[in-house]
């Protein structure tokens, strides 16, 4: 049994034809390019959001307190974004998503960072010039949120006020 099962290997290397260097990277990229193409068909539409405002109820429920950025991008004061030194929170379809920091990410005021991750989202953020201190011991600042689908897509992106403080 043992000689046949060899013997049959043996026939079958046989038949198989050598490609060389050109044409294996030839195939190789036809691979590739099939296995994109499916990727990028399996994907669902691309579904714009926005953030829900996030209420004192929301941070009290939850628990959210220190030292923290809130963003409120627009023209709006709703916070819609709360980055902390571990940890940042995201309302959307009226539940609060938690996210955790990136350890690879930029460092921002108040021991924030510039990149969270979740498990469905991630969220980028930036904050720009020296910021404005109010006499309630927050600084405000230009920021942006950038918030990514799981495909890695842009889903959300706002400027707006950033205001950091304990």
């Known amino acids: ?6 013997g049959a290997l043996v026939f079958l290397a046989a038949c198989g034809q050598t490609l060389t260097p050109e044409e294996k990277a030839a195939s190789d990229a036809r691979d590739i390019a099939m296995v994109k193409k499916a990727q990028e068909q399996a994907k669902p539409p691309l579904q714009a959001i926005v953030p829900d405002p996030i209420s004192w109820a929301d941070m009290e429920e939850n628990d959210i307190a220190g030292a923290s950025c809130k963003y409120a991008p627009g023209t709006s004061l709703g ?28 460092k921002l005021p108040l021991d924030t960072w510039s990149q969270y991750d979740g498990k469905s989202y991630s969220l980028k953020l930036s904050i720009s010039g020296d910021g404005r201190s109010a006499e309630d011991g927050t600084t405000s600042y ?25």
């Open 1 to 6: 049994m043992r000689v046949l099962l060899l």
């Open 79 to 106: 916070t819609r974004v709360i980055a902390m030194p571990e940890v940042a929170y995201v309302k959307l379809n009226g539940k609060l998503v938690r996210l955790a920091r990136d350890i690879g990410a930029q």
């Open 142 to 166: 230009d920021g942006s949120v950038i918030l990514k689908d799981p495909y890695n897509r842009i889903v959300y992106d706002g400027s707006g006020l950033a205001q950091c403080g304990s």
